[in-house]
């Protein structure tokens, strides 16, 4: 009877087990991540002897951290999978050792004695024919569990490399930065030219929002007439996604005339629109400020900047390099388990964006060529 009863329990055992999903990454997905990480890679190498070497490596550097991000992508599916597989068989360890048990009873009985049966020969024909129906089913369980126990060790063996993959991709990227870092200090230069009205602003601004203001005020400049909306014309200048909205309110419940973009550390900012630099430094506690005057007289403020790359009094051309954010590159451990691209938490960055025009500050959303991130 007791045998009978872990007979059952097998068959559960494999009725619950039923229509789990299979592996969700492969090797070709490994391979085909590998693969495009390597080709970004080429491409910083090209970027390095490039004549316009800053833009180019800057270029190159967000092409390999879309590669790197397709190599995560991967490994957290893998890890995700192991994890499920694993949950699954602890879950099931206390039914699948009574139908291993069961299976080495079989195994050890000799045939005779597994006719025998108290209740005489038609309760032993009965137990046979239950026999013989269940030894297939259990067999069916166990090649389904050896399937499950090849499938652990394949997701483990991607995520392995996988991280391999990531570790030495975030040795590269950390690289190329370190080279964009000092191309921008190189190309820099010191000194810019702020005419007393703006160092006048500077000195009595409390907050960015009323420097931007004071600044789109000051005479001489060129007036934007009212009304209009954005046409996409002005290129972000950083790949990243919006983390806050135009006015809508910071976690102290401040509304800002702008929005915040969240991005990867040390990302390079680049210039969205033919410009000339009304003024770029430092700013109350808002790092490197960047104060840009378009062609149409619009004002485009960009704050946070860690480093910047330009000059007050110089004209920029659209796409060119301003500076780059703040932070360091993560470890392995950081770039799977933190970076959150949703909300901007993890290692992520900020970058403010301000556009006014004519009628003051506007959603700059609208201004911008296409989606972001």
């Known amino acids: 009877m007791k045998l009978s009863r872990a007979l059952r329990a097998g068959v559960t055992v494999l009725c619950l087990s039923a229509g789990v999903p299979v592996l969700a990454t492969s090797p070709e997905e490994v391979e085909n991540a590998s693969r495009r990480l390597a080709e970004a890679g080429a491409a910083l190498e090209v970027a390095q002897g490039e004549a316009n070497r800053t833009e180019a490596l800057g270029a190159a550097i967000s092409a390999y951290e879309a590669a790197l991000a397709s190599v995560r992508s991967v490994v957290i599916s893998a890890g995700a999978m192991e994890r499920q597989i694993s949950v699954e068989l602890a879950a099931q360890q206390g039914d699948l050792t009574r139908t291993l048990a069961a299976l080495q009873a079989v195994s050890r009985r000799p045939a005779p004695a597994l006719m025998l049966h108290p209740l005489g020969p038609v309760a032993a024909a009965r137990a046979g024919g239950m026999m013989a129906e269940m030894t297939p089913v259990l067999q069916a369980r166990a090649a389904e569990l050896s399937a499950r126990l090849a499938e652990l060790t394949q997701a483990r063996a991607l995520q392995a490399q996988g991280i391999a993959d990531l570790d030495a991709g975030l040795t590269r990227l950390r690289e190329a930065r370190e080279a964009l870092q000092s191309g921008l200090a190189g190309d820099a230069g010191s000194g810019g ?4 009205a703006t160092a006048a602003v500077l000195v009595d601004s409390e907050t960015l929002s009323q420097l931007s203001a004071a600044m789109a005020a000051l005479p001489g ?21 919006i983390a806050r909205g135009f006015n809508v309110p910071d976690a102290a419940g401040v509304r800002h005339p702008g929005l915040t973009l969240s991005a990867p550390p040390l990302s390079l900012v680049v210039a969205p629109a033919d410009a000339m630099v009304r003024y770029a430094g430092p700013f109350l506690d808002y790092q490197n400020v960047i104060v840009l005057e378009t062609d149409e007289g619009r004002l485009i403020v960009l704050a946070g900047l860690a480093q910047i790359n330009t000059r007050s009094g ?18 392995v451990d950081e770039y799977v388990m933190l970076q959150d691209t949703e909300t901007g938490s993890g290692l992520r960055e900020s970058l403010y964006i301000e556009i006014r ?17």
């Open 221 to 241: 400049r060129a007036r934007v007439p009212d009304g209009g909306t954005g046409t996409g014309q002005f290129r972000w200048p950083v790949e990243g996604r």
């Open 193 to 196: 030219r702020i005419d007393a």
């Open 314 to 331: 110089e004209p920029v051309a659209r796409g060119a390099p301003l500076g780059m954010l703040g932070g360091r590159s993560p470890n």
């Open 357 to 373: 025009d004519g009628r003051g500050p506007v959603d700059p959303v609208s201004w911008f060529e296409g989606e972001n991130g």
